[in-house]
């Protein structure tokens, strides 16, 4: 067992504000968040107990959309727009990756969420067996996604990799998706939501980042992209949508009225043009609401602080309203929220029996005093410095700048580097 004391603890309960105490640990599980209970710690027989000095404990981020595999192509596919973006250096560098590029470009990224405090991914991307060795291996937390197009995967194996992965008490699962409406013909699409119909599941797809996507498949279907695939059956039980700046009023009641969740991407959003998302509108309409990354490619930085601050700020500037999106909603929004768009009902608060996934953050620095407002501090002035410790799954893999997860960090640069010198030359 494992003892954390001494602490601020923020659980992310709704209406529980943050109190001093200490969290114990046992196996994968928490076994008690409460005040400090000296007598009754006296008696346990500790593995470790950790001291953390009035830091904050608090759960990890949940990173609801990445691409963890283009850490190869990080400051490589930079400065243009997205289609060109897409089809000019995407594409053909990434049709040159093997399964086993893919393992060591996805641990290179899981190293990266850990520094951001970041405990569980949801990733898209080609092969997601070797997505799942390597986030077994490091023991960090993964969801995948299906990254179903005209040129890789199959309905078939989408299929086989939801049923393969989907295991209790796994690190890893598997939920229905694929890439996006326009790298889709109609097939691929139906049946998606024939599997879905099937297995009574949810489906995850990008949609509506960028103009162009979204009058292509207008002058093609006659719809846009959220209104097409909703008729094609794809949402009848739910699932989640990448992006979605571009939406019309009928497109936003669709994704109410499908209880679908929006992960929301704004670095990547900015970086490749494609706009601001309406998210005061979304809150509005109480449409459940979640923050992603993107892949390093389109953003470059895996850094959740760094998105909570976007996903704030560009609202109040999209909406010429500063008093919109409150830093708690929005903090909210990386943890809990992410967590239920993810399937990870017991990854979202700290509470017995949920599982101890969670991240120590250093208040003893100067970006975080003084301590008015501590959700709002790190939204608005928090950093990847101030994450001191992540814990998965009840694992200390990260801890004062020292990676605990089974390999050398320099041999996967060392491995990376490698990779980039075949693929580019």
């Not at 139906?190 to 489906?203: F, T």
């Not at 801890?399 to 075949?422: A, L, M």
């Amino acid at each position: 067992m494992i003892r954390i004391y001494n602490a601020r603890i923020l659980t992310m309960e709704e209406g529980k504000d943050v109190f001093e105490g200490e969290i114990w640990i046992e196996g994968n599980q928490i076994s008690y968040v409460g005040t400090e209970n000296r007598e009754k710690a006296g008696e346990i027989s500790w593995e470790r107990q950790i001291d953390v000095g009035g830091n904050l404990v608090m759960p990890g981020f949940k990173d609801a959309h990445t691409h963890s595999g283009m850490t190869f192509l990080r400051s490589r596919a930079d400065d243009l727009p997205l289609l060109s973006w897409l089809n000019e250096q995407v594409f053909p560098y990434e049709a040159k990756l093997t399964p086993d590029d893919i393992y060591i470009l996805s641990k290179l990224a899981i190293m990266e969420y850990l520094t951001s405090g970041i405990t569980a991914n949801f990733d898209m991307y080609l092969t997601p067996d070797s997505i799942a060795q390597a986030s077994m291996d490091c023991g960090f937390r993964t969801v995948i996604t299906g990254a179903l197009n005209d040129f890789t995967q199959s309905v078939e194996e989408i299929e086989e990799w939801y049923r393969k992965y989907n295991r209790k008490g796994s690190l890893v699962s598997f939920r229905l998706g694929f890439h996006a409406e326009y790298t889709n013909k109609k097939e691929n699409l139906e049946g998606i939501a024939a599997l879905s119909k099937q297995y009574k599941a949810p489906v995850f797809t990008h949609n509506s980042e960028g103009k162009p996507e979204v009058l292509q498949c207008i002058e093609r279907t006659g719809k846009t992209p959220t209104a097409y695939m909703a008729g094609l059956g794809l949402f009848e039980h739910g699932g989640g949508l990448y992006h979605c700046v571009h939406m019309t009023e009928e497109d936003l009641e669709i994704v109410k009225e499908k209880k679908l969740y929006v992960i929301t991407n704004p670095a990547s959003n900015l970086k490749l043009a494609s706009g601001i998302a309406p998210i005061r509108k979304m809150m509005e309409m109480e449409i459940p609401l979640a923050i992603g990354t993107d892949g390093p490619a389109s953003n470059n930085c895996l850094d959740m602080f760094r998105e909570m601050y976007l996903t704030a700020v560009l609202a109040k500037y999209r909406e010429d309203d500063a008093s919109v999106v409150d830093a708690q909603k929005v903090l909210h929004m990386a943890v809990d929220g992410g967590a239920k768009a993810m399937g990870l009902g017991d990854c979202d608060i700290l509470k017995e029996g949920k599982q101890a996934d969670l991240i120590l953050i250093d208040l003893h620095q100067p970006n975080m005093q003084p301590i008015h407002n501590l959700k709002k501090n790190l939204v608005y002035s928090g950093s990847k410095q101030n994450v001191k410790m992540t814990m998965v799954a009840g694992r200390v893999l990260y801890e004062d700048g020292e990676f605990h997860i089974g390999c050398n960090p320099e041999s996967i640069y060392k491995k990376t580097i490698n990779i980039c010198r075949r693929i580019f030359g």
